[in-house]
């Protein structure tokens, strides 16, 4: 008898073990329109298994053979539920429909991916829709402004659009549109960023805890994915607002196969400006000033079989200021055309192929080039001879790389991603076309500064995200990369650990730990912060940058409301700067190695961000807690000082609240320390010598007493916005959405100097850029 | 009633915002509290018979008075061992400057020297430097070898290429000043020698230092090349006015502190009112932030 059950029990293990896994995969899409959605949740009940879709919506999911109740879930959408009995391989795609934007909806499988299940840490998504109810200037929604209220997240000057993310600059943010790096995000001197919301489909902005198939900048990675188009109706959506006029249009090329969307905005502010400026000119002076910012995406997107489509994405961006005088004076004409202009291009083919049910690939050929132009022309014309007095300054960059990369699901623990990059860079770190002629035998017509760069990027990486048991769970991998330029060559090993431990109570201890490696530096002129913005590759002389960061925290969801608490500490080398003194502008010195410095720094901090995603009521509360600090052997004579963008207190408040059908409104309270600003503020005397080698002479001069010693006044500003909504039975919605931005017209400071007033008193003089702004815009959509 | 409430908060906020909209987008704010420090010049030459320092204490900005002389200083020139070799008090005080007679650099200790100023409530000041060894050089000169222009005006200028010995074990800088001796057109009677007009090429080596009158060699961005100071263009204008009949060049062999305080006074001065340029806060290898130690090679060579 002993050796009967000795021999069902091994046959009943022999069973169990001989079980086989299926997958099930496929593509999670919007039902109109077959949008793929990015991170909806496919969760079995039974094995308390699932899976996110990746930034293409396709998931891969393997389940033991047998029945399985499955959940498909994703914010704004209704739930899903199917039973499938699992006997092979299966694809099957899941077309959600949407339900009431926000609306709430406790649903079981989005218990599986909370904030508290994700191993992913220091990372914001906020959902598009709810970025388009925040106020904004002159109605222009924009997602960098609204990024910058998020902890961690800090502004730069008044009105920028920048981001400093967790004590680093803005060349450390990895600005992805459709996986193409863009260069510079800014629109009208930074005020703007060229992101156009109503052509975006997702956001998000990774701080810390990096992935290792992130790499190429030390402080954020930010995502913004374009709309694929309408699968099967044409739509049409329009804004006209103070500032700018956009048009967005999608659908079908061929139904269900392949479809198209383009995304057009202008502003108008010379149109407006220029009719005014013209009644102050006077009969011999014409004074012509111009501004416009313009930017188009465009996609297109091609289902050529089950597992192939193929994407292509364009993105075009220009600003350009100028001021064109014309001086007559009878006998002498003289024009003088000064301004300056920027713009990106991108352009990008993406395959997507899955090569089984457990295997995906992209593939990517990319395009990326900035430009920026300035300069002045001056032309006398007389009855003899013409004078020309002209520099124009030119920098950009271009970039062209190959990208593949795979996602492979052996099981429902473990995601591998793996991958390899190549980028071909084209700098041109600037140069001055300079033409002087007063009529001599040999006017000087020249092109001076530093000469085109070219240098070779690649990285390789991979990592796992694994379920190592029921309460912890990891990311761990590795990105290296290379860089050869200048017959000099870089090598870089990252390694990237994160981990997810969950406490009783839900609670998770999260902690991560990244290196990274730059090779690409932005020089950024501490002036009145116009475009001055360089973009330098590192070379034999300039090492790149390099970072370590280590971050802990806890989250929780209760209800719908989600709460994170973070600290971080980050080590930075090989940061880039302008020596004191340096001017890149108009410097006959080809050798810009020469005006930059490399050195040091460190932040830490603390972060809270309390979030709730669905409802009425959404929104979040962000409160960072902060220190950024630098330290150059050539600047500050080699002492410690604050970051420029050292913000030791950051809150932030922001609600959306939906009233009824027809109406919403929202507020924002925003709240910093002032930023760090290198000021005279002291006098001290010393001694040169008189030129005759032997005497000496005093002199006096008015400095700061150190770099960054001077803090501007606190940020404090609040907005609201009210937007009514018409819905017609015919499927056209009107908006009209009225905001106040800077509601108690507080004057934040743009810029302070040192100045003297008319009793030759010397003053501090703090600059405020905007007061409270109201604004009208209306939206339509059908 | 709500519509009430609304409407009444609508106004409110508008008179609000039309009362700061009528302030401006100006701000004063106060300077901030400055904090007094020492600032020391030595400046010391090989051939000196005088050291001259300099003490005096910072003010904000905002002060009438300005940066005041300090007369009760205690300045102490000492070698590496702690040895004083010089020391300046009160009695030294000549109502500027500290001032002793100095017997030269020839006994001075190899290695560096330090300064020390005592002022009285004030932490110890202290600044180190040395003296650089000097420099070899050989030059070809072409008379009237180019022209140049500025602002439309044409000058005759004389070249000369100089070699400079790079020194691989220190940071080698020469300021350089040419000086001529002119003879009076009238009188006939040959003057003492005095600066004439000088200037070098777009070079990453060569810097002008019109404050002080003279042109800065260094070899900062070629500290590795022993011939990286091999053909440095300079020109001397060729002044047609003038019969200049003796010429020579005066060459000073900075210290690295020294080079580097004057490069950072002239950036201070080129970049006034300059909106493109970093915030210059004037180099100094003094503990308190302010002035500068340095020394500097005497040298005078015919042309």
């Known amino acids: 008898m002993r050796y009967i059950i000795t021999l069902v029990i091994a046959l009943v293990s022999l069973s169990a073990t001989a079980q086989k896994n299926y997958t099930i995969s496929g593509h999670i899409q919007d039902s109109n329109g077959f949008e793929q959605l990015i991170g909806a949740v496919i969760y079995s009940e039974d094995s308390k298994e699932g899976v996110v879709s990746n930034m293409y919506g396709f998931y891969s999911l393997t389940l033991k053979e047998g029945t399985h109740t499955i959940l498909v879930s994703y914010i704004g959408y209704n739930t899903q539920r199917y039973e499938i009995n699992l006997t092979e391989n299966v694809r099957l795609n899941f077309d959600l429909v949407a339900g009431l934007t926000l609306e709430e909806a406790v649903v079981t499988g989005e218990e599986f991916n909370k904030i508290e299940d994700q191993v992913q840490m220091s990372k914001v998504e906020i959902p598009i829709d709810q970025i388009k109810q925040l106020p904004a200037i002159g109605g222009e929604v924009d997602i960098l402004k609204v990024l910058q209220l998020m902890p961690g997240v800090q502004s730069g000057n008044e009105g920028s659009s920048g981001l400093y993310v967790r004590g680093g600059s803005p060349d450390q943010n990895l600005m992805l549109l459709d996986g193409v790096p863009l260069y510079n995000v800014s629109h009208l001197f930074g005020f703007f960023s060229v992101f156009n919301a109503d052509a975006i489909r997702n956001v998000t902005l990774t701080k810390g805890g990096f992935p290792a198939r992130f790499g190429g900048r030390l402080s954020s990675i930010l995502e913004v994915h374009m709309k694929d188009g309408h699968m099967r109706d044409f739509h049409v959506d329009g804004t006209v607002s103070v500032i700018a006029s956009k048009l967005t249009c999608n659908g079908p090329i061929v139904r269900d196969k392949a479809s198209f969307m383009f995304s057009f905005r202008r502003t108008y502010l010379d149109l407006l400006i220029n009719p005014l400026i013209a009644l102050g000119s006077t009969g011999d002076v014409n004074t012509t000033p111009s501004y416009f910012f313009y930017d188009f995406n465009g996609k297109l997107n091609w289902k050529l079989s089950d597992k192939d489509r193929l994407y292509f994405s364009a993105f075009h961006s220009k600003d350009d200021f100028g001021l064109e005088i014309n001086d007559n004076f009878g006998q002498d004409v003289v024009d003088t055309d000064l301004g300056f202009d920027w713009g990106n291009e991108i352009q990008a083919l993406r395959w997507n192929h899955e090569w089984g049910p457990r295997l995906f690939s992209n593939t990517s050929l990319t395009h990326s080039r900035y430009t920026y132009n300035s300069g002045f022309d001056v032309r006398t014309f007389d009855d003899q001879d013409t004078t020309v007095i002209s520099a124009i300054f030119n920098t950009h960059i271009n970039d062209y790389s190959a990208k593949i990369d795979f996602d492979f699901a052996p099981n429902a623990r473990n995601m591998i991603k793996f991958g390899a990059s190549y980028i071909y860079h084209t700098f041109n770190p600037g140069a001055t076309a300079i033409e002087l002629d007063f009529g001599q035998p040999n006017p000087l017509d020249t092109i001076t500064g530093a000469s085109s760069l070219n240098s070779h990027e690649a990285f390789l990486y991979v990592e796992d995200e694994m379920e190592v048991s029921e309460r912890l769970k990891m990311n761990f991998g590795v990105h290296g990369s290379c860089l050869n330029v200048q017959d000099t060559s870089y090598f870089s090993l990252q390694p990237r650990i994160a981990l997810n431990y969950k406490l009783p109570g839900n609670v998770a201890l999260k902690l991560s730990y990244a290196e990274m490696a730059q090779f690409v530096n932005l020089l950024t002129n501490e002036g009145l912060g116009i475009p001055t913005d360089l973009w330098v590759p590192s070379t034999g002389q300039v090492g790149p940058q390099t970072s370590k960061q280590i971050a802990a925290g806890v989250a929780k969801t209760f209800g719908d409301i989600e709460v994170s608490l973070e600290g971080y500490y980050k080590s930075m080398k090989g940061l880039l700067s302008y020596k004191e003194g340096a001017s890149f502008m108009f410097d006959l010195d080809d050798d810009w190695e020469s005006k930059v410095t490399q050195g040091i720094g460190n932040s830490y901090g603390g972060e809270v961000l309390i979030q709730k995603k669905k409802g009425h009521t959404t929104g979040w509360l962000g409160y960072t807690l902060s220190w950024s600090n630098r330290q150059f052997d050539e600047i500050n004579s080699g002492n410690w000082f604050p970051f420029t963008y050292d913000r030791r207190h950051d809150l932030s408040l922001a609600i959306n609240q939906k009233i009824n059908n027809e109406w919403s409104m929202s507020f924002v309270q925003v709240y910093g320390t002032g930023r760090a600003l290198t000021l005279s503020e002291s006098t001290f005397s010393s001694t040169l010598p008189d030129g005759t080698g032997m005497g000496f002479e005093v002199y006096e001069y008015s400095v700061p007493a150190e770099k960054n010693s001077f803090r501007m006044s606190p940020y404090n500003r609040t907005d609201i916005s009210l937007i009514r909504t018409r819905e017609s039975v015919d499927g056209y919605t009107k908006y009209l959405i009225f905001s106040i931005y800077n509601v108690a017209n507080n004057l934040n400071p743009f810029y302070a100097e040192v100045d003297y007033d008319l009793n030759g008193t010397p003053v501090i003089r703090e600059y405020g850029l905007f007061p409270m702004i109201p604004s009208i815009a209306w939206r339509f959509k059908f | ?303």
């Open chain 2, 1 to 303: 009633m709500s519509r009430r409430i609304t409407y009444i908060a609508i106004a409110f906020l508008t008179l609000v915002s039309c009362e700061k909209f009528r302030e401006g987008t100006i701000n004063y704010v106060d300077f901030p509290e400055h904090e007094t420090s020492i600032s020391t010049s030595l400046i010391v030459s090989d051939v000196a018979t005088e050291l001259h320092a300099y003490v005096s204490k910072t003010a904000s900005i905002s002060n009438v008075n300005g940066p005041q002389v300090v007369s009760n200083a205690v300045v102490s020139l000492k070698d590496n061992e702690g040895n004083v070799l010089y020391t300046m008090t009160n009695e030294d005080f000549d109502g500027e400057f500290y001032k002793v007679p100095f017997s030269g650099t020839e006994n001075f200790p190899e290695g560096d020297l330090h300064l020390e100023v005592d002022v009285p409530d004030f932490e110890l000041v202290t600044a180190s430097t040395r003296m650089p060894s000097g420099t070899e050089f050989e030059f070809t000169f072409e008379e009237s070898a180019d022209t140049a222009m500025i602002w439309g005006w044409e000058y005759v200028r004389d070249s000369y290429e100089f070699d400079f010995e790079n020194n691989l074990e220190e940071d080698d800088a020469f300021l350089i000043f040419f000086e001529g001796k002119v003879e009076d057109e009238f009188s006939g009677e040959i003057g003492d020698w005095e600066p004439l007009w000088a200037e070098g090429s777009i070079d990453s080596r060569i810097t002008s230092i019109w404050i002080y009158g003279g042109i800065l060699i260094s070899d900062e961005s070629v500290r590795d090349d022993p011939t990286g100071l091999h053909g440095i263009n300079l020109f001397v204008i060729d002044e047609d006015y003038i019969n200049v009949v003796e010429k020579r060049v005066r060459v000073e062999s900075l210290s690295d502190e020294l080079r580097r305080y004057y490069i950072s006074l002239q950036e201070f001065e080129d970049n006034q009112g300059s909106i493109f340029a970093e915030p210059d806060l004037i180099y100094s290898n003094v503990s308190s932030g302010f002035g500068c130690f340095g020394m500097y090679k005497y040298e005078v060579f015919d042309l």
